[in-house]
């Protein structure tokens, strides 16, 4: 099993460029989360699903979107990104709320 | 909706030394409460988790204890170890509520 990952790894991205990142997990988890970590701020929620075809806005959705077209995989997007958007961010998933979350190893994006 | 408080943000400690980080609620009803470690450059992972039903667990040298009348936490490690250096982070939620995060705890134990 390879539990949660991501792609890429490392992304730099000139300010106003889009882009998506990936999540992808083989433990057929309903919940998905996207966070994003920044110094001294711990993980703040960004988005998360609780199923396939489901999407709703955690503590800072703007500037943000998602899909979850397929119960394995959890897209994020960027539409017009921004130096504040530089930050590292991780996927999770887990059985349910109050189960173990599974976290991807991360993607490093800077906004230049 | 739930807010969690960590304290404290750092916590430095001599090897051999006991860690206690302390995690505070705010929903009564919160039911689950994790405990996740980062090390450097990695990714979170689960060290330890406690339901409400249950007032304390332990796993070796790491035990976490819970008092849902104070709606409080804590993650205790003994006999601190160079390889406990990292960042701790608390969780709580509950029924349907998806998990709110503490701010993250860093320890720092020195050789």
């Known amino acids: 099993n390879a539990g949660v990952t991501q792609t890429p790894k490392f992304r730099v991205l000139k300010t106003g460029q889009s882009m998506t990142l990936l999540c992808a997990q083989d433990?057929?988890?309903?919940?998905m989360y996207w966070y994003r970590q920044d110094p001294g701020m711990g993980l703040r929620l960004i988005h998360y699903s609780v199923g396939e075809g489901t999407t709703a806005k955690g503590e800072v959705p703007d500037g943000y979107n998602v899909s979850r077209l397929k119960k394995q995989n959890f897209l994020l997007g960027l539409e017009s990104a921004a130096p504040s958007q530089t930050s590292v961010y991780f996927c999770a998933s887990s059985y349910g709320v109050i189960y173990e979350q599974y976290f991807g190893p991360g993607t490093r994006l800077t906004v230049t | 909706g739930e807010n969690v408080e960590q304290h404290p943000s750092t916590l430095s400690v001599q090897e051999g030394d006991s860690a206690v980080i302390k995690c505070t609620y705010s929903d009564s009803a919160s039911n689950y409460f994790p405990w996740y470690k980062q090390e450097l450059g990695k990714r979170p992972q689960l060290i330890i988790d406690i339901r409400s039903n249950v007032g304390e667990k332990k796993d070796q040298r790491i035990a976490v204890t819970l008092n849902k009348t104070a709606k409080h936490f804590s993650l205790h490690i003994t006999e601190t170890q160079p390889e406990d250096s990292a960042v701790y982070f608390c969780?709580?939620?509950?029924?349907?509520?998806?998990?709110?995060f503490g701010r993250g705890t860093s320890l720092i134990v020195h050789p």
């Open positions: 969780a709580a939620s509950r029924g349907s509520y998806i998990p709110t």
């Open positions: 433990m057929n988890h309903e919940y």
